[in-house]
């Protein structure tokens, strides 16, 4: 079954350094997300790309935060400056041509700002 | 006006039991409502989902009971197995429009099902 996959599991950083957090879709999809869910709470909504820009994004994604999707099946989060606040697990998610309802999420990027 | 909020904050169950679950949301505009489950370490992964024009789906032991008078729906798990321990989050998101299709998450139900 087809799956969204994420790279790296884990993720530990200095404050002020930059990651970049990169997903595979599910090859035939057309909508992807990034969502972050800080330890013990919900999961909250980044961004969503569709059509090589960005179609929505929160308050949370201010310009410290960018997406890619350099070469058509990698979609990339950078965070140009981490700060501790920005530890998290990062998930991404696609969905299909049929429609943008079901999403399927990735296993997560677990983010620590030291 | 965009939020969803979720109780109980952790439940506890019997095996065999009936696990409930509410969620109420304010935006009438919200035309999908997914609940998903959540094991410790993994992503969500999509359990049901209703649109506003049911008022009940079935889908197994998991049904989703939804009420549009209230902004209410709920999720229930007949016949609670030790299996179901996890997290559920109820959603919520806007599909008929222009939009990117985000989901908002209520705060989560932390279910543990007692052999």
């Known amino acids: 079954e087809p799956e969204v996959t994420q790279t790296p599991s884990h993720q530990v950083t200095q404050m002020g350094q930059e990651v970049i957090l990169r997903c595979v879709p599910i090859?035939?999809?057309?909508?992807f997300y990034w969502y972050r869910q800080i330890l013990g709470q919900k999961v909250e909504f980044l961004v969503s790309?569709?059509?090589?820009?960005?179609?929505?994004k929160s308050e949370i994604f201010d310009d410290q935060f960018s997406v890619e999707r350099p070469d058509g099946s990698n979609f990339t989060l950078k965070i140009r400056s981490t700060k501790l606040e920005d530890s998290a697990m990062y998930f991404c998610?696609?969905?299909?041509?049929?429609?943008?309802?079901?999403?399927?999420f990735g296993p997560g990027t677990r983010l620590l700002v030291l | 006006q965009q939020q969803v909020k979720q109780s109980p904050q952790s439940l506890i169950v019997q095996k065999g039991g009936i696990s409930i679950i509410n969620c109420a949301y304010e935006n009438t505009a919200f035309d999908y409502f997914p609940w998903y489950q959540q094991f410790p370490g993994k992503g969500p992964a999509l359990l049901i989902a209703?649109?506003?024009?049911?008022s009940e789906k079935k889908e197994g032991r998991f049904t989703i009971s939804f009420n549009k008078s209230a902004k209410q729906f709920s999720l229930h798990i007949m016949d609670s197995q030790p299996g179901d321990s996890a997290t559920y989050f109820c959603a919520a998101t806007f599909t008929r429009y222009n939009q990117g299709g985000k989901l908002i998450f209520g705060q989560g139900t932390e279910l543990s099902v007692k052999p």
């Open positions: 209703i649109r506003p024009d049911v």
């Open positions: 998610a696609s969905s299909g041509a049929g429609g943008k309802e079901t999403q399927y």
């Open positions: 090859s035939n999809h057309l909508y």
């Open positions: 790309f569709y059509n090589n820009e960005i179609s929505e």
